[in-house]
């Protein structure tokens, strides 16, 4: 992927591809002209994206057959559904984007996600990411700040059929603890460090997926938790928009 992100940013080179990377639903991106696309085109324009995505250096198969179950178009605004399968974020309201397709696939690939796993995910967004990971895990809890997008994602979540992921609306600083430890967290915006609740919260072994640093110095990072400690494996360079709440507080 190798791109940079203004919002929620994630960087990586060449700069053509920069803009493509954007992570969850943090960025703000001016709104669109409306289009409209034939249903039948959306099947066609997901393979299409799904085969980007594996030319691109995405290398775990189950989450890139999943990527191709998962209708994209539901989760952006109505008017932005012809540009669903693009690589770039959307504008999903409340001035947030969902993520890049290459930066959903990135982050769930790095997470390594089992079906045996409990995974936290911090910022729901539109609901895009929670959907992704749906069917390679046994459960996933998220938490949006937002409260008009935490409970808009809820609904499209049961709607479409996503029974083993439950919504939160809170800060994602202090975790979810009446349902850890988790075997994986996810991250979608930048804290200065990883919280420690998170950490707290992740089982010995666990991996955590996160951007974090300063403003103009992140990097996305694999943490895995050993003897109550976390490793830190730096795997790209990024900038995501700060973590909000608790975090900017502290």
Same mark, same amino acid.
Request: net charge neutral; glycine share 8%.
């Given at each position: 992927?190798?791109?940079?992100?203004?919002?929620?940013?994630? +960087?990586? &080179?060449? *700069?053509? @591809?920069?803009?493509? +990377?954007?992570?969850?639903?943090?960025?703000?991106?001016?709104?669109?002209?409306?289009?409209?696309?034939?249903?039948?085109?959306?099947?066609?324009? =997901?393979? +299409?994206?799904?085969?980007?995505?594996? /030319?691109?250096?995405?290398?775990?198969?189950?989450?890139?057959? %999943?990527?191709?179950?998962?209708?994209?178009?539901? *989760?952006?605004?109505?008017?932005?559904?012809?540009?669903? !399968?693009?690589?770039?974020?959307?504008?999903?309201?409340?001035?947030?984007?969902?993520?890049?397709?290459?930066?959903?696939?990135?982050?769930?690939?790095?997470?390594?996600?089992?079906?045996?796993?409990?995974? @936290?995910?911090?910022?729901?967004?539109?609901? !895009?990411?929670?959907?992704?990971?749906?069917? $390679?895990?046994?459960? %996933? !809890?998220?938490?949006?700040? %937002?409260?008009? @997008?935490?409970?808009?994602?809820?609904?499209? $979540?049961?709607?479409?059929?996503?029974?083993?992921?439950? &919504? =939160?609306?809170?800060?994602? !600083?202090?975790?979810?603890?009446?349902? +850890?430890? *988790?075997?994986?967290?996810? &991250?979608?915006? /930048?804290?200065?460090?990883?919280?420690?609740?998170?950490?707290?919260? @992740?089982?010995?072994?666990?991996?955590?997926?996160?951007? *974090?640093?300063?403003?103009?110095?992140?990097?996305?990072?694999?943490?895995?938790?050993?003897?109550?400690?976390?490793?830190?494996?730096? %795997?790209?360079? &990024?900038?995501?928009?700060?973590?909000?709440?608790?975090?900017? =507080?502290?």
């Amino acid at each position: 992927m190798l791109r940079l992100l203004g919002g929620l940013w994630a +960087a990586v &080179v060449p *700069f053509a @591809l920069v803009l493509a +990377a954007l992570p969850t639903s943090c960025r703000r991106e001016p709104p669109r002209p409306a289009q409209t696309q034939p249903p039948d085109d959306f099947a066609k324009a =997901r393979q +299409a994206m799904v085969e980007r995505l594996r /030319a691109e250096g995405i290398g775990d198969e189950k989450v890139l057959e %999943v990527m191709l179950r998962v209708p994209r178009h539901e *989760f952006v605004p109505a008017d932005q559904r012809a540009f669903a !399968y693009d690589d770039e974020p959307l504008p999903i309201g409340e001035d947030q984007t969902i993520s890049a397709p290459y930066i959903v696939a990135f982050m769930t690939w790095k997470l390594a996600p089992k079906p045996t796993d409990s995974v @936290l995910e911090v910022g729901t967004g539109s609901g !895009y990411q929670a959907a992704v990971l749906s069917p $390679l895990v046994k459960h %996933v !809890y998220t938490i949006e700040i %937002v409260e008009s @997008l935490g409970k808009s994602a809820e609904e499209r $979540l049961k709607r479409l059929g996503y029974g083993n992921v439950t &919504v =939160r609306v809170g800060d994602g !600083y202090q975790g979810w603890a009446e349902h +850890a430890p *988790f075997d994986k967290v996810i &991250v979608t915006c /930048a804290p200065t460090h990883p919280p420690q609740p998170l950490v707290d919260q @992740l089982k010995e072994g666990g991996v955590m997926v996160i951007p *974090f640093g300063e403003l103009w110095d992140q990097n996305l990072y694999i943490l895995t938790k050993r003897a109550g400690k976390v490793e830190q494996q730096s %795997v790209l360079p &990024v900038r995501f928009v700060p973590m909000t709440g608790e975090a900017q =507080r502290r």
